[in-house]
């Protein structure tokens, strides 16, 4: 069933496969990115969400 | 560097949580209504509007677009301008985005009771309305990403790249299964037919659950839980594999929802290999939450805040190991069409994203009206009534369809099913029903309380409509603070982001796609099976109307337990006529893939009459009002075009007079109710719905015969 289909698209053979490949070079490049990322610069990124609450005058984190 | 002094827009926030509020509690009213009828048919009401079968897809609407939807925009709304740094790009788009979202959930508790459906789940609204959400999409989109070109904060955090894959890949799913061909302004057909559609259709309705109820929520559980929690994620870098991960998997897993279906084997493969891989970037984010709260575990005690988040992302971590489980086809042989996925599918919106919401809610409210909760006591309590609410909701559910499951299955010595009557195997479940509609009142319960919670702390507060605050602007250039080019790759480049999330999550939408839109000139051609004739056609779109899609399927699985059922396994060359698939995704009833023929005339209409008089103790609603409407006539001319114009071979001209063929065909079926001793008149709706159910299965019957010699 699926030869049948498959084989009315051109070169249909290489689809998957330069899928796979750009896949597995982008998760190649993330990971290396990942590890060998500057841990100061994840630090900061991890942050984030709780600057506001460092540096403005908005209610301090009223107790619920 | 100066400092800027700006306001972030809480005014806007407050609307859609006050939206939230009230969509909630009347979507879950509505599904405790529809579960209630499912043990009480009485509460059908015999009116049309309000049977089960239009007002579930008014309950899963309403959960997901508005409920769901407007606390998705309110989180996104408050989080996005603190994490930036910077007030909404343009108050105006804020607004006509509230307003338009809420028109357009206004069009859908109107229109869906109204019997305007395409029937595909949780894309039942007609064309005109999803016009309306892609340009309030396109609002949001622009409002969003404005705001983040104007930001004050150089770098992108993980939240926001949920935001924006959530913007991209909803955008993508609503288009392309919205291809429809309409007939009048309020009925179209989908484009796509039969096991195209169904790819089509489940591709979307898989992926609004990975991009509409997964990863907005997500991006709400990595800025809120560190905020409630007062410390930073567990892991960022595990939160970067885990969103570029997420994003690229999901989006080819659709294909589990057709397991042992007419789709092709290889789509179901791909389907369930994509969603066993699934498990790591889900696991790893529900991880990364949890351990967010390391040496902090004692403070869960205390927080309802934190007890929120924590049962949700632990229903998450349970609906994301179940999900995939599901996807192995012999599981799915046990528990695909039964009320477990209903069990799966609540494990997941009441505990995940109903409970990350209420913890918003608990932890915004206050903030926004400069003050505290109202009481904790009371939040704690519902805390409880949810947490029984789900428990009650699932438990019964799961058990429910396991037994249905065993039951159609069963076989005696003989080799006979031991339930030949599909009744016995709904009767049998009614009294697990009774307990699901407890677990939803709990849960209801819980959420009034909340509610009221809720409005006391904001009368007690003052609400804050423009908040102050200060940062400095973004400098034209970047000075790296912490080293090389590759700490900027993409979390300064917003533009850049999207555009390789879209080829993301493209990649996998196109390799299962492509193939499948080629099928139709593969399908194995059955010469038997044409186009429906004029009255079964109008008796389809009254069958669409109805929603009997949402009890009964049309797919019978190559299972012995269901050729003996049922007859032949259904094949892919049936449904070349089939705009839309009505394979459905649940046996509350059962299916009627091969009714044809099974019962008289006179059977079905006693039956749709009354269907506790001819079958004693069955739970359909009765359809009074098919007696009494009338079959439209002049719209008979446009359903052929229509359907013309997307590939069904109606000869040329066949409009002109396709209306003599149909009330050729309604004066037969007349007839033959009069020799039971029925009077009814031809034009009336009954007879269109009749003549449907009898052409149903018949098609590939003709083959049969044809074949022999």
């Given at each position: ?64 | ?679 009814t008149p031809s034009d009336a709706e009954i007879v269109a719905v009749i003549a449907y159910l009898q052409r149903l299965g018949k098609d590939i019957k003709a083959e049969k015969v044809a074949e022999q010699p």
């Open positions: 069933m699926e030869k049948n289909v498959l084989q009315h698209i051109d070169h249909i053979a290489t689809w998957p496969v330069i899928s796979f490949i750009i896949f597995f070079l982008f998760f190649l490049c993330l990971l290396w990115w990942v590890f060998t990322v500057d841990k100061k610069f994840i630090k900061e990124m991890s942050e984030l969400p709780l600057q506001e609450d460092l540096k403005d005058s908005t209610p301090k984190n009223p107790s619920v | 560097m100066e400092l800027q002094k700006f306001y972030y827009d809480n005014k806007i926030v407050k609307a859609f949580y006050i939206a939230t509020v009230v969509f909630g509690l009347v979507g879950m009213l509505v599904g405790l209504t529809a579960a209630i009828q499912l043990f009480y048919p009485i509460f059908n009401f015999n009116l049309q509007y309000t049977t089960f079968g239009r007002i579930r897809p008014l309950h899963t609407n309403a959960i997901i677009f508005a409920f769901v939807g407007n606390a998705i925009f309110g989180a996104v709304y408050y989080s996005l301008q603190r994490l930036l740094k910077t007030r909404m790009f343009s108050d105006l788009l804020s607004w006509v985005h509230f307003w338009g979202w809420q028109l357009i959930i206004l069009a859908a508790a109107i229109t869906l009771p109204l019997g305007f459906t395409t029937s595909k789940e949780y894309a039942e609204l007609e064309w005109p309305i999803d016009i309306a959400i892609t340009i309030v999409w396109v609002i949001f989109g622009i409002n969003m990403i404005g705001t983040i070109l104007r930001r004050r904060e150089r770098h992108m955090y993980v939240a926001i790249w949920f935001y924006l894959a959530t913007f991209v890949t909803v955008a993508v799913l609503h288009i392309v299964n919205s291809f429809e061909i309409p007939v009048t302004f309020f009925k179209s057909y989908s484009w796509y037919a039969g096991v195209q559609d169904a790819l089509v259709q489940w591709w979307y309705g898989h992926n609004a659950v990975a991009f509409f109820l997964t990863t907005p929520f997500l991006g709400m559980m990595y800025y809120y839980l560190p905020k409630a929690a007062n410390r930073p994620v567990y892991s960022y870098k595990l939160s970067i594999i885990h969103f570029w991960s997420l994003i690229f998997i999901y989006i080819w897993a659709g294909p589990h929802h057709l397991l042992y279906t007419s789709l092709p084997d290889w789509a179901q493969s791909l389907g369930t290999v994509f969603s066993i891989m699934l498990i790591a970037p889900s696991w790893g984010g529900a991880l990364n939450g949890l351990m967010t709260l390391r040496g902090a575990w004692d403070r869960v005690r205390e927080d309802p805040v934190l007890k929120f988040i924590v049962v949700a992302i632990t229903a998450y971590s349970m609906a994301v190991l179940e999900g995939p489980l599901l996807s192995l086809k012999n599981v799915n042989a046990i528990t695909h069409f039964t009320d477990w996925i209903v069990a799966h599918v609540h494990l997941g919106a009441l505990g995940w994203n109903g409970f990350l919401v209420f913890a918003v809610l608990y932890w915004t409210i206050p903030r926004m009206w400069n003050t505290t909760l109202y009481s904790k006591k009371m939040a704690n309590a519902h805390f409880w009534l949810g947490t029984l609410g789900i428990i009650f909701y699932a438990l019964p559910m799961y058990v429910s369809g396991l037994t249905q499951s065993l039951m159609w299955k069963e076989f005696n010595a003989d080799g006979f099913l031991v339930y030949k009557n599909f009744l016995e195997t709904t009767v049998a479940i009614l009294p697990l029903h009774m307990l699901r509609a407890i677990g939803g009142s709990l849960y209801l319960t819980g959420f009034i309380l909340m509610t009221y919670n809720l409005i006391k702390t904001a009368y007690a507060g003052k609400f804050i409509a423009n908040e102050e605050a200060q940062a400095a602007p973004l400098a034209k250039e970047y000075v790296a603070t912490s080293g090389g080019w590759h700490y900027r790759v993409l979390e300064n480049k917003p533009i850049l982001f999207t555009v390789l999330s879209l080829v993301a999550i493209l990649i996998g939408g196109i390799v299962e796609m492509v193939p499948t839109f080629l099928i139709k000139s593969n399908v194995p051609t059955i010469s038997s099976v044409k186009p429906y004739s004029p009255l079964e056609l109008h008796g389809r779109d009254i069958y669409i109307r109805e929603g009997c899609v949402g009890c009964h399927t049309q797919m019978v699985r190559p299972f012995r337990s269901e050729t003996e059922r049922y007859g032949e396994y259904s094949k892919a060359g049936e449904f070349v006529y089939d705009h839309p698939f009505l394979w459905g995704s649940k046996r509350t009833g059962p299916d009627l893939a091969r009714v044809g023929g099974k019962y008289s005339n006179s059977w079905h209409y006693n039956h749709l009459l009354a269907p506790d008089a001819v079958s004693t103790g069955s739970i359909m609603p009765s359809y009074p009002w098919l007696f009494e409407q009338t079959i439209n006539l002049d719209l008979t001319a446009g359903k052929i075009n229509a359907l013309r114009k997307i590939g069904v071979p109606y000869a040329e001209n066949y409009e002109a007079t396709a209306n003599e063929d149909l009330k050729k065909q309604a004066t037969e079926i007349t007839s033959s109710l009069k020799a039971d001793g029925i009077e």
